[in-house]
């Protein structure tokens, strides 16, 4: 996990969120693959900035609740003409595959993009958010559930890390902050 707690709370803050840059090394190039069968890097491809979070499509937790919030900030900072791309990269590569990536993520926003790869892609990916994942256990109805990173990673339309938006706000918070680090962007 991101072991700064106190300054990715203190992102939180307007006051700081001029304040750059970061005061820890996340991000980086990775090459993944989506829903569709298509390679995808670390940048959007329609030039978008991006809402990315690390999760599983069919997770019962965390997701659960960060997916649709994607959604919603997402239609949010659309209303204020900013176009972001939800983007989810995969813990469960097993289930979240190209086939079953992209219906599960429709139900929360059309533009969902699901990401996905090989165990070594995928670590590439895991390595440059600091993401660590781990099965805690088998639910009998839904299968593995595995703890994994809470935190959306905004970044721009190349890739490049922006902010931390933090789990535990509300949309409208959240939605508050991808728009200030994203206008002019889309």
Known sequence: MIKPVLALLALCSPALADQSPLPF?????FELVDQTGTARTQADPQGHPQLLFFGYANC???????LPMM?????????QGITVTPVMITVDPARDTVDTLGPALAQHHADFV?????????QVAYD??????????TDPEYGPVYAHGSFLYL????GKLLT???????????????AKYTQGQS
């Open 114 to 122: 699901g990401l996905t790869g090989t165990a070594m892609q995928l």
């Open 155 to 158: 970044l721009d339309a190349q």
């Open 164 to 178: 931390l938006v933090p789990p535990v706000i509300t949309p409208e918070a959240a939605a508050g902050i991808v």
């Open 60 to 66: 019962r937790e965390i997701c659960s609740a960060a």
């Open 128 to 137: 440059a958010y600091q993401i660590e994942t781990e099965e805690v256990f």
């Open 25 to 29: 090394d996340l991000g980086g190039a």
């Open 71 to 79: 959604a919603q900030v997402a239609d949010a900072v659309a209303e």
